[in-house]
């Protein structure tokens, strides 16, 4: 069984730019969530989606967005980027509620 | 507020004894607890879950202990091996939030041989 995939792994943006990160879940999972780990504020939840709908979503401004299509797949995107985005984005999937969540390798993004 | 907590940020032990990571949490409502490893750069492994149900789960070398009037977890290595240094994770979900983790600071733990 194939595990999370995340692309791409790194990215290097310019700060007012957008990006858009992909993470394919587990086969059969529906769930996936999306976190942010960054030195100082360690790991962050963003939102999760569930059958193509956002089922929760974390203390993170509009610019952060993200969509899950019918095939279980979710896109990410921050929009008007700044410094303080640069972190590693995890993607993690789910089957049911309260299991396990299996991450992705992540993506780093860097905004200079 | 930090509702789930691993007051220790490094462990250091010897190979072949016990690790013991520690994990507490505040908000009572969260009744599945996962621990995690995790390397630099790389997305965090699932390591070991328990539901609130339950005080004590075992899988291999992986034993966690849950203790609800404490609020506290804790994750035993035995016996600790040079490979499980790594940072560890305790994370915390419930039941109406879907697969909404929240994270604990995390723990270096340094295994030598």
């Known amino acids: 069984k194939a595990g999370v995939t995340q692309t791409p792994r790194y990215l290097i943006k310019t700060r007012g730019q957008q990006v858009t990160l992909s993470c394919s879940p587990i086969s059969g999972h529906r769930s996936v969530s999306w976190y942010q780990q960054t030195p100082g504020q360690g790991l962050q939840f963003l939102f999760e989606?569930?059958?193509?709908?956002?089922?929760n979503k974390g203390n993170f401004p509009g610019r952060f967005s993200g969509r899950q299509f019918s095939n279980s797949r979710s896109e990410m995107n921050v929009s008007t980027l700044e410094l303080g985005d640069s972190a590693l984005y995890l993607c993690?999937?789910?089957?049911?509620?309260?299991?396990?969540?299996?991450f992705g390798q992540g993506t780093r993004l860097t905004v200079v | 507020d930090q509702q789930v907590k691993q007051n220790s940020p490094s462990l250091s032990v010897q190979e072949g004894r016990i690790s013991i990571l520690n994990c507490d949490y505040t908000n009572s409502m969260f009744d599945y607890f996962l621990w995690y490893k995790k390397y630099p750069a790389e997305g965090p492994t699932f390591l070991i879950s328990?539901?609130?149900?339950?005080d004590k789960n075992e899988d291999g070398r992986f034993t966690v202990f849950l203790n609800k009037s404490a609020k506290h977890l804790s994750l035993h290595i035995v016996p600790s091996q040079p490979g499980d240094s790594a940072v560890y994770f305790c994370?915390?979900?419930?039941?109406?939030?879907?697969?909404?983790?929240?994270f604990g600071g995390g723990t270096r733990l340094m295994v030598k041989p």
């Open positions: 328990i539901s609130s149900i339950k």
């Open positions: 993690a999937s789910s089957g049911a509620a309260n299991t396990e969540a299996f």
């Open positions: 994370a915390a979900s419930f039941n109406n939030a879907g697969n909404m983790l929240t």
């Open positions: 989606y569930f059958s193509e709908t956002q089922r």
